[in-house]
């Protein structure tokens, strides 16, 4: 065999064999460009989701809600209604909802005062790919007279895509002529 042609054979076997480590020294790398993101832990189960919201509408003084953070938990269809008035509710979707809490911030001066809305007993409740997590919570502004406000929250979630999404909440007011159910209520 001609020099030339031995040459060329040995460049060949050696860019193979570069070709071949380059390979599998990068295919892993390659798998999880393609591979989707993890899932984060709050989003894992109904209970993490219901929990992450509740921490992200609360605000210390001096700070201001990620609403951008809200909005992944919800799916985009998602709609909210909540009690505004002794006789009425009203309906939202995920902007409409994000705008009217906004509005109430900004009128309550919760970047001044801070605000807490924490849960005070949940109940989950989960078959395959749906929950519904019944949740009495208390709200307050920190730097307020008034009082401490109680609600219930249902919260509809559903899996999709690996993770769990808020499809819908339903809101109430705890008041005396209309107490929290005996199954929420913390103490007898």
Same mark, same amino acid.
């Given at each position: ?69 809200? $909005?992944?938990? #919800? ?7 909540? /009690? +505004?008035?002794? %006789?009425?509710?009203? *309906?939202f979707d995920v902007q409409g909802w994000i705008d009217d809490f906004k509005a109430w911030d900004e ?5 001044? $005062?801070?605000? #807490? ?7 989950? /409740? +989960?078959?395959? %790919?749906?929950?519904? *997590? ?55």
């Amino acid at each position: 065999m001609p020099t030339t042609l031995r040459n060329v054979n040995t460049v060949r076997k050696i860019a193979a064999k570069f070709a071949i480590v380059f390979a599998l020294a990068f295919a892993p790398l390659a798998a999880r460009a393609d591979s989707p993101p993890p899932i984060p832990a709050e989003y894992a189960t109904p209970e993490g989701v219901v929990n992450e919201l509740y921490r992200l509408v609360c605000v210390d003084v001096g700070q201001e809600t990620d609403w951008e953070q809200v $909005r992944k938990l #919800y799916l985009p269809q998602a709609v909210i209604v909540l /009690r +505004v008035s002794k %006789d009425a509710s009203q *309906v939202f979707d995920v902007q409409g909802w994000i705008d009217d809490f906004k509005a109430w911030d900004e009128k309550a001066r919760v970047k001044e $005062r801070g605000f #807490y809305e924490k849960i005070i007993t949940m109940k989950p /409740r +989960v078959f395959r %790919d749906i929950a519904n *997590v019944f949740v009495l919570y208390e709200a307050a502004i920190l730097d307020s007279d008034k009082p401490v406000t109680r609600g219930i929250d249902s919260i509809e979630l559903v899996k999709k895509d690996g993770r769990w999404w808020i499809a819908s909440i339903t809101n109430d007011i705890v008041n005396a002529e209309n107490p929290a159910p005996p199954e929420l209520r913390t103490s007898p």
